[in-house]
């Protein structure tokens, strides 16, 4: 759906159009006049083929910067559930509780809370 060549970009792919003018920069291809001007065309893009203007002078990015690539968290909670389980398995044979296995259940239900977590505390706050 977003491989639309008229397709609204998202904010990672405009915070990426700007990091990649700013490689510019400092490689030397852009000059600091052509660097602000394109960094301002950038900022106010919508579309990919705005942000393929910017770019179209530039070796090797003909296309507009691509969006990024993100983990699937999916798989780091299968990997954390299985490390519970085993654990919590481990835990009741040996100390032969079985109350050892409500851990299971406690991970495994606040697992998707840690990241909502932790974005929030990166998050500025009103002051």
Do not use: K, N
């Not at 291809?29 to 530039?58: I, K």
């Amino acid at each position: 759906m977003s491989e639309l060549p008229g397709a609204r970009i998202t904010v990672g792919e405009r915070e990426r159009a700007l990091r990649e003018l700013a490689e510019h920069l400092g490689a030397g291809r852009l000059t600091l006049t052509d660097y602000e001007e394109r960094a301002a065309a950038a900022t106010v893009a919508t579309t990919r083929p705005e942000l393929a203007v910017l770019f179209a002078d530039m070796p090797g990015a003909a296309a507009p910067p691509g969006e990024l690539q993100h983990a699937d968290p999916a798989t780091g909670f299968a990997i954390m559930g299985g490390c519970a389980a085993t654990f919590a398995l481990v835990l009741a044979l040996v100390f032969g509780g079985w109350l050892w296995l409500l851990l299971l259940v406690v991970l495994l239900v606040s697992a998707p809370l840690v990241p909502v977590a932790l974005r929030r505390r990166r998050l500025p706050g009103p002051s």
